[in-house]
C-alpha cells in the first residue's frame, strides 16, 4: 500500500461536483431529519445563506439505544423532497450495508460516521454501490480513535471498491480535553492532504459540542487548507432532537459565509 505520494496537493476536486477547485464548499442542517416542517424551515436558512449542500441524518447512529434513534425512512422521504423542492443537494449517513440502495434513492451524498470508519463491509458497499454514477458521493468522517492512516485505509475500501467522489471529513478525536466534546486535529486535515488527493472537508460541531467555538474553528479550517466545512444548525436549535448544544441557529448561516469569505479570499478560495 503506497499512501505517500508527493508534496501538498492543491485544486482537488470530486468528478461530482461537491468539491470544485477555487472553493471552500459549506454543507448545512440540522443532526437530524425530525419532521416535514423542522427540516424545510431549517433547508430553507441554509438555501437562503446561498449554500447548494443540505445535511440532515435520517437513520442515526446514537450512543444510547433509548436516545432518538431518527425517523428511518420516512426521514429519508422529507429529505429528498425538501432538498428537491429547493434543489439543494441532500447528505445523510448510511449505517448498514442493507440501506444503501434505499439511502443512495434519496440522497446523492451518503455519508459513513465516525462509529462506521472501520466498518468494512458498509466501506465495501458503499463502494460499489457509487461506483460509476457521476451523482453519487461519500464523505467519510475520521474516527474518534483512528490515525490518520488508518483514516486513509478506510477511504481505500471505497476506493477500491470503485467508489470514487469521496470527501474524508475531520470531526474531532478523543482526547483528556473535556472542555470540548472532542478535540479538532486541524494537523490531520494538513496531513491528511499531504498524503491523498482526496478532498477534506472539517465538521467543528461534533469536534467542539458547542455553538460558541463552530465559527471560530471554522475560519481556522479554511486557513489549515481543508476544502470545505459541515456544520449542524437548527430553526430552533434550544428544541433540537439530537446534538442541540452545537447547533448554530439557521439564522446564523448568512453570517458564517460572510466571516469566512475574507478568510477564503486570502486563501484563494470562494465559499460556496
Ligand atoms: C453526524 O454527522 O450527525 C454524526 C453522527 O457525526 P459523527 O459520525 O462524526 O459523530
Ligand atoms: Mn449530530
Redesign the pocket.
Known amino acids: 500500500m503506497d499512501l505517500i505520494q508527493s508534496g501538498v496537493k492543491t485544486n482537488v476536486k470530486t468528478s461530482n461536483g461537491m468539491i470544485r477547485p477555487n472553493t471552500f464548499r459549506v454543507i448545512a442542517g440540522p ?1 437530524t431529519v425530525e419532521s416535514y416542517d423542522q427540516f424545510v424551515a431549517s433547508a430553507k436558512a441554509v438555501k437562503g445563506a446561498g449554500f447548494e449542500y443540505v445535511r440532515g ?1 435520517a437513520f442515526k ?1 446514537r450512543t444510547s439505544p433509548y436516545s432518538f434513534q431518527g425517523l428511518g425512512e420516512e426521514g429519508l422521504r422529507i429529505l429528498s423532497e425538501v432538498s428537491g423542492d429547493l434543489g439543494l443537494r441532500a447528505v445523510t ?1 448510511v449505517l448498514d450495508p442493507q440501506d444503501v440502495e434505499l439511502v443512495m434513492e434519496h440522497a446523492p451524498i451518503l ?1 459513513i ?3 462506521n470508519m472501520a466498518n468494512f463491509a458498509l466501506l465495501k458497499a458503499v463502494g460499489s454501490a457509487i461506483a460509476g454514477s457521476a451523482e453519487h458521493g461519500v464523505i467519510l ?1 475520521r474516527g474518534f480513535a483512528a490515525t490518520v492512516e488508518e483514516w486513509l485505509l478506510a477511504a481505500e475500501y471505497v476506493t477500491s471498491a470503485g467508489g470514487d467522489n469521496v470527501v474524508l471529513c475531520e ?1 474531532g478525536i478523543r482526547t483528556f480535553e473535556t472542555s470540548t466534546r472532542f478535540t479538532l486535529d486541524l494537523s490531520a486535515v494538513i496531513v491528511a492532504k499531504r498524503l491523498t488527493d482526496l478532498p477534506v472537508i472539517v ?1 467543528p460541531s ?1 469536534a467542539a459540542g458547542r455553538r460558541d467555538l463552530v465559527v471560530p474553528l471554522s475560519k481556522a479550517s479554511v486557513a489549515a487548507e481543508a476544502d470545505g466545512l459541515m456544520v449542524e444548525s437548527h430553526h430552533e436549535p434550544q428544541e433540537a432532537l439530537c ?1 442541540a448544544e452545537q447547533a448554530l441557529p439557521a439564522e446564523a448561516l448568512v453570517g458564517l459565509r460572510e466571516t469566512l469569505q475574507p478568510f477564503a479570499s486570502a486563501m484563494g478560495r470562494e465559499v460556496v
Request: proline share 8%; with cysteine.
Open positions: 443532526c441524518g447512529p449517513e455519508q460516521g465516525a462509529r468522517k470531526r465538521d461534533h446534538d
